[in-house]
C-alpha cells in the first residue's frame, strides 16, 4: 500500500478477520442456517477482501453474521435439530468464533446488535 494512500482502519480489522476465520465462519454458517448462509458468508468476505472502506452495510451484515452463530433468531425447534450435541468439539469453536467476531464488532464500532427478548 502506498504511504501517501488512506486507508480504513476498521476495514482492514475486518479482512484479517476473515482471513484468519473465514472457513471456519462459512462451515459454523452453514452448519447453522444451511448452504445459503455459507454462500453468504463467502460473498460477505470477498466484498470485504475487494472494498476501499468499510461501508455501514458491510458492518451490519457482520452483526448479523453474529446473530447467527449466536444462535438468534433461530426457531427452538430449529436449534433442537442442530447436528450438534453440547459435547461436539465443534460447539466450543463455534463459541470462540462468536467471541472473535464480537470483539471485532466492538472494536469497529458495528451497529448496535439487538438482543432478542
Given at each position: 500500500m502506498p504511504f501517501d494512500q488512506k486507508y480504513d482502519p476498521h476495514l482492514l480489522a475486518a479482512q484479517m478477520w476473515f482471513a484468519a476465520h473465514l472457513e471456519a465462519a462459512a462451515n459454523a454458517a452453514?452448519?447453522?442456517?444451511?448452504?445459503?448462509?455459507?454462500r453468504s458468508v463467502m460473498r460477505l468476505a470477498e466484498e470485504i477482501r475487494e472494498a476501499g472502506t468499510l461501508s455501514r452495510l458491510m458492518r451490519v451484515r457482520l452483526g448479523s453474521l453474529l446473530r447467527t452463530?449466536?444462535?438468534?433468531?433461530?426457531?427452538?425447534?430449529d436449534?433442537?435439530?442442530?447436528?450438534?450435541h453440547p459435547d461436539d468439539p465443534r460447539v466450543l469453536e463455534i463459541?470462540?468464533?462468536?467471541?472473535s467476531l464480537a470483539d471485532l464488532l466492538?472494536?469497529?464500532?458495528?451497529?448496535?446488535i439487538s438482543q432478542a427478548a
Open positions: 452453514g452448519l447453522i442456517s444451511g448452504p445459503s448462509a455459507r452463530l449466536q444462535l438468534e433468531g433461530e426457531d427452538e425447534d436449534v433442537g435439530m442442530l447436528p450438534l463459541c470462540l468464533l462468536t467471541d466492538a472494536d469497529i464500532g458495528a451497529p448496535p
